[in-house]
């Protein structure tokens, strides 16, 4: 009976640290499928941390550190009570990013079929691979794509909005009042971009592209 019972406790302390191990990969799988929401909706993550350096606890309290990125080798502090533990972990995300859709020519503004959405594993792509297509409406491309390449938020830039040169109209604004001018725009600036303005007096402005091509300035 005691060999028994000896038999029984050492398959116990065998199967807890994988019952626990396998506890707290459902909770990481959960923090970062909420971390997540909205860019993934298929997370997986792997703890890389050796078993015996796991939290003692069952339910640590989880915090991403040290990173911005959002899928990958990442680090995670488990607080249990005070005792903290550094974990390492591997999280692939599966989800919609953006890729040419057509050969696209290096100075080309992008229409609604050069891009597309296509499905696939997020952290195995090139660094800031574009998830929103509506980033791509109306960029100018500033290289050449080929068809089915994962746009990068670096291959593109937004269209001018206003032209170095261009007469532009001067909002300036402030507390029950508002004033409006005209000037020279000195700098190529798309929407919500700074753009410096040489006024008629000769002064020289600074304010904010707006969807109509003003230049607000908030006084």
Same mark, same amino acid.
Not at 125 to 130: D, S
Not at 134 to 152: E, F, H, I, K, N
Not at 167 to 189: D, I, K, P, T, Y
């Given at each position: 009976?005691?060999?028994?019972?000896?038999?029984?406790?050492?398959?116990?302390?065998?199967?807890?640290?994988?019952?626990?191990? +396998?506890?707290?990969?459902?909770?990481?799988?959960?923090?970062?499928?909420?971390?997540?929401?909205?860019?993934? %909706?298929?997370?997986?993550?792997?703890?890389?941390?050796?078993?015996?350096?796991?939290?003692?606890?069952?339910?640590?309290?989880?915090?991403?550190?040290?990173?911005?990125?959002?899928?990958?080798?990442?680090?995670?502090?488990?607080?249990?009570?005070?005792?903290?533990?550094?974990?390492?972990?591997?999280?692939?995300?599966?989800?919609?990013?953006?890729?040419?859709?057509?050969?696209?020519?290096?100075? +080309?503004?992008?229409?609604?079929?050069?891009?597309?959405?296509?499905?696939?594993?997020? %952290?195995?792509?090139?660094?800031?691979?574009?998830?929103?297509?509506?980033?791509?409406? %109306?960029?100018?491309?500033?290289?050449?794509?080929?068809?089915?390449?994962?746009?990068?938020?670096?291959?593109?830039?937004?269209?001018?909005?206003?032209?170095?040169?261009?007469?532009?109209?001067?909002?300036?604004?402030?507390?029950?009042?508002?004033?409006?001018?005209?000037?020279?725009?000195?700098?190529?600036?798309?929407?919500?971009?700074?753009?410096?303005?040489?006024?008629?007096?000769?002064?020289?402005?600074?304010?904010?592209? %707006?969807?109509?091509?003003?230049?607000?300035?908030?006084?």
């Amino acid at each position: 009976m005691k060999a028994l019972h000896g038999g029984l406790a050492a398959i116990f302390l065998l199967v807890s640290p994988l019952t626990q191990a +396998s506890d707290l990969q459902e909770q990481l799988t959960s923090l970062f499928a909420q971390r997540l929401a909205g860019f993934s %909706d298929e997370v997986v993550v792997n703890i890389r941390t050796p078993k015996n350096l796991l939290p003692a606890c069952e339910q640590p309290a989880l915090s991403v550190i040290g990173s911005a990125k959002l899928w990958g080798n990442l680090n995670v502090l488990a607080n249990c009570a005070g005792a903290k533990r550094y974990l390492q972990v591997n999280v692939q995300a599966t989800g919609n990013y953006v890729v040419a859709a057509q050969s696209v020519a290096r100075g +080309s503004v992008l229409q609604p079929g050069s891009v597309a959405l296509k499905r696939g594993r997020l %952290d195995q792509l090139p660094p800031r691979t574009m998830l929103d297509i509506t980033q791509a409406q %109306d960029a100018v491309s500033l290289r050449d794509l080929a068809p089915g390449q994962p746009v990068q938020l670096s291959m593109l830039r937004q269209a001018w909005r206003v032209k170095a040169g261009q007469r532009v109209q001067v909002v300036a604004s402030g507390e029950g009042f508002s004033v409006n001018g005209e000037g020279q725009a000195l700098n190529n600036a798309a929407v919500a971009q700074n753009a410096r303005v040489r006024m008629a007096s000769g002064q020289i402005v600074s304010g904010t592209v %707006d969807s109509d091509g003003n230049i607000l300035i908030n006084l």
